[in-house]
């Protein structure tokens, strides 16, 4: 059994774990248990019901949240022409084509999103080794292949979160910042709880959404009340 530091023990006995917490005691408790130095990252753990071994029963998509994951996010595009002007003008960090699949081949990986045309693609293809295992492809379905470059930049800058069911068919994704204000938690943990709710795979039976937790870095989970989420995402 894992052991853990004084100050997480600490903050594990101020949370009940057989108790599941109305929405709004969640997210206040989670900012309550922050015990590191910095500006911790709030995180959601949703557990579905579904089998990820079954290409029907996948679960992945997008979603915006509306304060943001409070985190500085570097964009990388590749586009060429208009597409790059329209890029830069978007606020992305780096834009090219041919210069920069040479400047990634060549080990510069600072970026947390890429994002690509469809015409720049068979350029792009020469990075699958380097982009796949480190998760940052550009993928249709997480929206990051389109000629709406504009828009998913300052999509991706202003919160976008892509979530995908791992292979323990849960969701993990940031909901904000232990600064941030309960209601800011509180409404971005019900916008990702509503799109992973509207993300259902046709494959999926029996009851869906089953468990969800949140919990700040490094600290305990906290058991959070799914029907009240909903009714917060629906309101």
């Not at 780096?94 to 947390?112: C, M, N, S, T, Y």
Request: proline share 5%; charged share 25%; hydrophobic share 45%.
């Amino acid at each position: 059994m894992a052991k853990h530091g004084k100050k997480y023990d600490e903050a594990a006995k101020l949370v009940d774990h057989e108790h599941i917490y109305s929405p709004l005691e969640a997210v206040e408790l989670a900012k309550q248990t922050t015990f590191v130095s910095f500006d911790a990252s709030i995180e959601a753990h949703l557990r579905l019901g579904v089998d990820p071994r079954h290409a029907d029963q996948m679960v992945r998509g997008t979603v915006v949240l509306p304060h943001g994951t409070g985190k500085i996010v570097r964009v990388a595009v590749f586009a060429q022409g208009e597409k790059a002007q329209e890029a830069l003008r978007a606020g992305a960090d780096e834009v090219g084509a041919e210069d920069l699949v040479k400047k990634i081949e060549a080990g510069w990986l600072e970026f947390d999103v890429a994002i690509a045309t469809p015409d720049s693609m068979g350029l792009v293809g020469k990075l699958g080794k380097i982009l796949g295992r480190r998760g940052l492809m550009p993928n249709p379905k997480a929206g990051t292949i389109t000629f709406d470059v504009d828009r998913a930049v300052r999509e991706v800058k202003g919160g976008r979160v892509e979530f995908r069911v791992d292979k323990s068919a849960i969701v993990h994704a940031p909901v904000g910042r232990s600064s941030f204000e309960p209601h800011a938690l509180l409404e971005n943990l019900a916008a990702l709880v509503d799109a992973v709710n509207r993300a259902k795979p046709a494959g999926a039976k029996g009851q869906y959404l089953k468990t969800l937790s949140i919990g700040n870095t490094m600290g305990p989970g906290i058991r959070v009340d799914l029907p009240g989420v909903l009714a917060a995402a629906v309101a």
